[in-house]
Nanobody
Framework: QVQLVESGGGLVQAGDSLRLSCAAS????????MGWFRQAPGKERDFVAA???????NYADSVKGRFTISRDNAQNTVFLQMNSLKPEDTAIYYC????????????????????WGQGTQVTVSS
């Protein structure tokens, strides 16, 4: 079972960029689909992006063209590059993992992921 630790969150201004990292340990990272979700206060946990074990990405419409998900299997790490940040991107960002077995296009639902990190706060001021 893989363990996940997120980092890279912070307080930025609208239009700025941030790169989140999620370091995995304890599993065969290259065989996991990986995802990013976010949760704002009082709201549900929403899909942001996912990347398959063969590095195929999938994005929520709200972040397409602004966010990029990538993975480095040598470092056991998945990244989320966030550009042109908006105040509505403010949330706790969670990294998630699933050991293959599902098309990446379906991995937009939180319950399909089996392992979660503790989250990292991203705050975008206007």
């Amino acid at each position: 079972q893989v363990q996940l630790v997120e980092s890279g969150g912070g307080l930025v201004q609208a239009g700025d960029s941030l790169r989140l990292s999620c370091a995995a340990s304890g599993g065969t990272f290259r065989r996991y689909h990986m995802g990013w979700f976010r949760q704002a206060p009082g709201k549900e946990r929403d899909f942001v992006a996912a990347i398959s074990d063969d590095s195929t990405p999938n994005y929520a419409d709200s972040v397409k063209g602004r966010f990029t998900i990538s993975r480095d299997n040598a470092q056991n790490t998945v990244f989320l590059q966030m550009n042109s940040l908006k105040p509505e991107d403010t949330a706790i960002y969670y990294c998630a993992a699933r050991f293959g077995g599902m098309p990446i296009q379906l991995l937009t639902v939180a319950r399909y992921f089996t392992t979660w990190g503790q989250g990292t706060q991203v705050t975008v001021s206007s």
